[in-house]
């Protein structure tokens, strides 16, 4: 077993109580999250455009040791953009092998979960705690967005904050 398998595959752990669960477009990927985001954000980075095809990502924050994966741990391909490299070396992006769907983004500590991959009923219903609380690196925006979050030119709080 592997260092992902034994962090997020673990079947030893009586405690962990599944709160919201996620899957890859196919269904072939699925796993839960065992607590709420630790917060959520809107990222606007040139390599999120690139590796999402689209002008942002939306990610909802949550701790590794909240993340059990239930199904298709085979199907799982990892990706460095900082190296371009098809590997997992943390930070990476997390897809389905099969689908191609990304999955998140897996920091050293945090995992970065992408809200729309969650079920969250028909018609959704998206929880508070998964909407963002503010854009990041909204200086390589695409398009401006008046939504009054609070936007960031790099990572929130430690960078410049833009009016």
Not at 110 to 117: C, E, H, Q, V
Not at 133 to 161: N, Q
């Amino acid at each position: 077993m592997d260092e992902f398998e034994k962090l997020f595959a673990r079947t030893d752990d009586t405690n962990f109580e599944a709160r919201y669960e996620a899957s890859c477009h196919c269904g072939s990927v699925r796993y839960h999250v065992g607590s709420e985001p630790v917060d959520a954000k809107i990222c606007h980075c040139v390599m999120c455009q690139k590796l999402h095809g689209a002008p942002m990502q939306w990610a909802a924050i949550f701790h590794k040791h909240h993340v059990r994966f239930r199904a298709g741990l085979d199907h799982l391909r990892f990706f460095n953009g900082n190296l371009n490299k098809a590997a997992r070396i943390l930070p990476c992006k997390v897809s389905c092998s099969l689908c191609g769907a990304l999955l998140a983004d897996e920091g050293r500590n945090m995992w970065l979960a992408f809200p729309s991959l969650f079920d969250f009923g028909t018609p959704p219903k998206v929880p508070e705690t998964f909407k963002p609380t503010c854009h990041i690196f909204y200086a390589a925006r695409v398009f401006d967005m008046d939504d009054g979050l609070p936007k960031w030119s790099g990572h929130s709080e430690v960078s410049a904050r833009l009016e």
